[in-house]
């Protein structure tokens, strides 16, 4: 059987082994820190290069290995490394690439985390960061200099989901490469839309880092993160997780092992869900806009079909009344949990300028393009119906 030719769910069920030995079905959890070698002639292999000696579980762990061989085969890269959460996965292939005097472009619509990051912690550095002010990117060009080591994009954007138009941006890159003589890295953070719905790779990104505390992990009961791609590009992620020290531990790997399972089945519905439910609240008198990019009018509808096989689980809408009418309502919700985070089967909803987007100015949340009215829903896999009716009977408090 042709591995290449597999479907992404039996990839994420089975991985690279087609269980070729005896054994459990369930993926073993070893919870150790070191390793009992045979006897020294081990050490002195390690000492002399040989990675398939296991030695310490900072470097590398089997179970931890299972699920890395299993993401890089769903994302259809060389090589994959687990990550503590999505934070450390984001920090460490960042700071492994882009050095002193360097420069990396970016929108501001990306995740808060990795926002502040870049506004607070990479200036010390000396690097310095350029946003493109229109979501879709269409001004890069000018923003790329000798100095841009890396373009770091994220779609769809959080909290208002706008599509970045990727085949565009790289076509952008290729000629700011050869006109300056210089490689660029592309980074795309895969994580509201997932490799189901959305696959880089094909399009030419160099890597793709991810929360997989969200969609991969589905259930709101762990953190992780993780970053594929090329192995040459991959490697020096890896020894530098050695010493920034984010690495993964098995048990979370083993939770993602059984996420993995369902992570199609999940998805899947989430984007049905989604779809089904963004229709409604579209109709319904109280809500100004709802932005998903699965709707058509949705601003970037059009490069959202071209670039995505399905639209996600996340839709943002705007309600009558501003931050107060976006508290009465998440407050009013007996289905939905007022909760932070997103991905999980349970249906979750916040208000962007509340928790993503807390601790930002007026001007930089009009960049963001967040306004106080704003509710983020990442829709779970409940049924359609509950959630519908749900929203409906939250929303008629406004009233
Ligand atoms: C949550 C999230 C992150 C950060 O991931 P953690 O696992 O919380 O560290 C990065 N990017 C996006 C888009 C996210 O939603």
Avoid: W
């Amino acid at each position: 059987m042709k591995k290449k030719t597999l479907a992404l769910s039996t990839k994420a069920i089975h991985g690279t082994e087609m269980h070729p030995y005896r054994g459990p079905v369930s993926l073993p959890i070893y919870q150790t820190s070191t390793y009992r070698f045979e006897n020294s002639g081990d050490a002195i292999r390690y000492a002399k290069g040989d990675t398939s000696v296991y030695v310490y579980s900072r470097y590398h762990n089997p179970t931890v290995n299972d699920v890395e061989g299993k993401l890089a085969l769903i994302n259809d890269a060389e090589s994959a490394i687990l990550f503590a959460s999505g934070m450390a996965a984001i920090s460490t292939a960042v700071v492994t690439y882009v050095h002193s005097g360097e420069e990396i472009v970016s929108i501001p619509a990306i995740y808060g985390g990795t926002y502040r990051f870049f506004r607070d912690i990479l200036p010390k550095n000396d690097i310095n960061v350029r946003y493109s002010n229109s979501g879709a990117m269409a001004e890069i060009t000018a923003l790329l200099t000798p100095k841009t080591r890396m373009v770091y994009v994220e779609t769809p954007t959080n909290p208002t989901l706008a599509v970045v138009d990727i085949t565009s941006i790289m076509k952008k890159v290729k000629a700011a490469e050869k006109k300056f003589s210089i490689r660029i890295l592309t980074v795309i953070d895969n994580t509201f839309a997932t490799v189901l719905n959305q696959k880089p790779f094909e399009l030419g990104v160099d890597l793709i880092v991810e929360s997989a505390t969200k969609y991969i992990g589905g259930h709101s009961d762990l953190l992780a993160g993780v970053v594929c791609g090329k192995r040459s590009l991959v490697d020096p992620i890896r020894v530098s997780a050695k010493y920034y020290g984010g690495c993964a531990d098995p048990f979370m790997a083993y939770l993602l092992s059984r996420s993995l399972k369902t992570f199609v089945l999940r998805v899947t519905e989430q984007n049905q869900n989604a779809l089904l439910l963004a229709r409604a609240l579209e109709k319904h008198p109280e809500v100004i806009r709802v932005l998903y990019p699965g709707l058509p009018s949705h601003p970037h509808h059009k490069i959202a079909k071209k670039q995505m096989s399905g639209f996600g689980g996340m839709v943002t809408i705007e309600v009558l009344g501003g931050a107060k009418g976006a508290v009465k309502v998440c407050d009013s919700l007996n289905v939905a949990v007022n909760a932070m985070s997103l991905g999980g089967v349970e249906t979750l909803v916040s208000i962007p300028v509340y928790s993503s987007h807390v601790n930002m100015s007026a001007k930089e949340l009009a960049a963001h393009g967040v306004t106080p009215g704003m509710i983020r829903i990442s829709v779970g896999v409940e049924d359609v119906d509950d959630l519908i009716a749900d929203f409906d009977q939250a929303l008629r408090k406004l009233r």
